[in-house]
């Protein structure tokens, strides 16, 4: 598949596709697209920046071009992927078209969606938690979206959106066209696909837990006390934009002030921000006007950041699944990053759990004990 051309796809989508500046399908696109033109129900397991947004966008573009009338409903686990998807939408959906989309999410004042749901719209990007309100408050109906993606299926189940998408699922139609995106493929994950999937076709593009390979990445023994400092050195020795992530909101807020205080240009991004701040450091980010970000996991899921050439773990994260995803910030679209985690002794073993499984560096266990 040499570009986008070779699909069957409208002039006006192939149009969009070149404004945007997308050429050659990635390969969840070309596995992805077919089948869903097709009306064929699709489970992709895809890694972050992947083109993954684009393989569920296209198809269902070119089916609302086919029928003026028909909706869709795209599910996000969280606020910011869901903004990025909106707005992919509004750059790939024909502007003289009879379609529009609408974000629901939360951080947004309720009453502001009431007005914009007043217009007439056709694709609704919605985070559960907020969809739920407008459906119960009736303000919304999705029982007209013949069209259904269910983004980051995995990480919608680890932040216990399981019920709440059960109780979407009673509102929709039957029959649908229906796409799950996961990057992880467990038990709950399955069961939830195929509760909303019809004899779906799965696409596995990456090995199960296999990390990006345009990324170098590193592992550095620290002392806890010194992890401050040695951080300030791999800042400053780094060009270009740096995603350092921090296990909870607090230590993320301490984090962010200390490097202030430092004079570093820096932003932070996590549960305890308003969507305000988050807004204007995700905007400060992307521009390049600040070129270090600290973040926690879950503010950071979704973020699609083009510039990111560092990711640094301050801390370990939690699970390997949650390294892939931080480490899959950067190197995106096949785009050459680094990584670098800190790793005190204590935590060697915890480490040496996630490298055995990435195949990266080990620590020395025995130096682990003092
Ligand atoms: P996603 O996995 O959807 O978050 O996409 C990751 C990044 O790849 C985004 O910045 C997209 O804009 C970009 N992208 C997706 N598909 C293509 C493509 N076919 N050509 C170039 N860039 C792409």
């Not at 029982?143 to 299926?153: N, P």
């Not at 009673?170 to 066209?177: I, N, V, W, Y």
């Not at 060009?239 to 002030?257: A, C, D, R």
């Not at 205080?261 to 701040?277: L, N, P, S, Y």
Request: with cysteine; aromatic share 8%; proline share 4%.
């Amino acid at each position: 598949m040499k570009s986008f051309g070779d699909f069957p796809l409208s002039e006006e989508i192939l149009n969009s596709l070149d404004k945007i500046g997308f050429v050659k399908p990635t390969p969840i696109q070309v596995a992805a697209i077919p089948l869903l033109l097709k009306g064929q129900d699709v489970i992709a397991r895809a890694e972050t920046g992947s083109g993954k947004t684009a393989a569920f966008a296209i198809p269902l573009v070119e089916h609302l071009g086919k029928n003026k009338k028909a909706k869709a409903l795209v599910l996000a686990p969280t606020r910011e992927l869901a903004q990025q998807i909106e707005g992919f939408f509004n750059q790939l959906l024909p502007q003289e078209g009879p379609h529009t989309v609408v974000g629901i999410y939360g951080g947004v004042d309720i009453r502001k969606q009431f007005k914009k749901l007043q217009r007439p719209y056709s694709i609704i990007v919605a985070t559960p938690g907020r969809l739920i309100d407008h459906l119960r408050r009736n303000t919304l109906q999705v029982s007209k979206c013949q069209f259904v993606v269910i983004d980051e299926g995995d990480r919608m189940l680890d932040m216990g959106f399981g019920p709440q998408l059960k109780e979407i699922q009673k509102g929709l139609p039957k029959t649908r066209l229906t796409s799950f995106f996961t990057a992880t493929w467990e038990k709950s994950v399955t069961r939830l696909a195929q509760s909303y999937l019809r004899q779906p076709k799965t696409v596995y593009l990456t090995k199960p837990s296999s990390t990006v390979s345009t990324i170098t990445q590193s592992v550095l023994s620290v002392n806890k006390e010194d992890k401050e400092d040695i951080l300030m050195d791999e800042l400053n020795r780094r060009q270009g934009s740096i995603l350092v992530f921090v296990k909870t909101k607090h230590e993320t807020h301490n984090l962010f002030k200390h490097l202030k205080e430092f004079g570093f240009q820096v932003e932070e991004i996590h549960g305890d921000c308003t969507q305000g701040q988050r807004n204007k450091a995700m905007a400060q980010f992307k521009s390049e006007q600040v070129k270090i970000l600290c973040a926690t996991d879950v503010a950071a899921r979704g973020l699609d950041i083009q510039s990111v050439q560092h990711v640094i773990n301050f801390d370990l994260p939690v699970n390997s699944e949650d390294y892939l995803h931080r480490i899959g910030r950067t190197g995106r679209n096949g785009a050459k990053g680094e990584s670098v985690t800190f790793v005190t002794r204590e935590e060697y073993g915890k480490w040496n759990r996630i490298a055995n499984k990435f195949k990266l560096e080990m620590l020395g266990a025995s130096e682990g004990k003092k």
